[in-house]
Structure formats: C-alpha cells, structure tokens
C-alpha cells in the first residue's frame, strides 16, 4: 500500500499564499499521473490539479491562474503552489495518484480566514 504524506497546509487570510507538498516515499511515481484533491466540509472530494509526467497540467476553473501544480521526480515530491486565496478554498487538501487510488494520505488542511 502506497503511503502519501501532505504537509504545508495552515491558516491564511484571503488573498494569501500556501505551498503544499506530497511524498511518496519507497516507491517511483515518475511514470504516473498525480492529483492534488480536495473536500470541503460537507461536499465530495474534487480535484485540483494534476501533472502528467511530461509536467502538462490541468486545473479546475474554480483555481484557475492561482493555483500552481509541479513535480519532483528526483524528491518523489508534487507541490501545489497555491495563491490569492478564498475563503472557498478552505478544505482538507490530498495528493494521489490521477486517477486516484483507494489509498489516501490524512490530507492537509487549508483555513482561508480572516
């Protein structure tokens, strides 16, 4: 079972930036396509972002021109480079594979507050 570990999440007022990162220790992610998902209190999990192992990219129009998505195959590593955020991107934010496995990490919690 493949483990994926989120971090960088926090509290930031709107307008703010947060960089989110995933690590998939053991194993090589290179050859796959890997997803930043999110949910909101009360709604499904949606994704976010995803990277394609040529580093092509695709976003939600929700995140659009805010929200960034990169990879480090060397680290393992995919990131989420997120900007100007909204209190509407308050959610548990969770990387995996796209698409996504049965396997989820724990997540990463984002608060946009003021």
């Known amino acids: 079972q493949v483990q994926l570990v989120e971090s960088g999440g926090g509290l930031v007022q709107p307008g703010g930036s947060l960089r989110l990162s995933c690590v998939a220790p053991?194993?090589?992610?290179?050859?796959?396509?890997m997803g930043w998902y999110r949910q909101a209190p009360g709604k499904q999990r949606e994704l976010v972002a995803r990277i394609a192992p040529t580093r092509i990219t695709d976003y939600a129009d929700s995140v659009k021109a805010r929200f960034t998505i990169s990879r480090d195959n060397a680290k393992n590593t995919v990131y989420l480079q997120m900007n100007m955020l909204k209190p509407e991107d308050t959610a548990v934010y969770y990387c995996?594979?796209?698409?996504?496995?049965?396997?989820w990490g724990q997540g990463t919690r984002v608060t946009v507050s003021a």
């Open positions: 995996n594979f796209y698409p996504p496995t049965n396997s």
């Open positions: 053991g194993i090589i992610f290179s050859r796959n396509d």
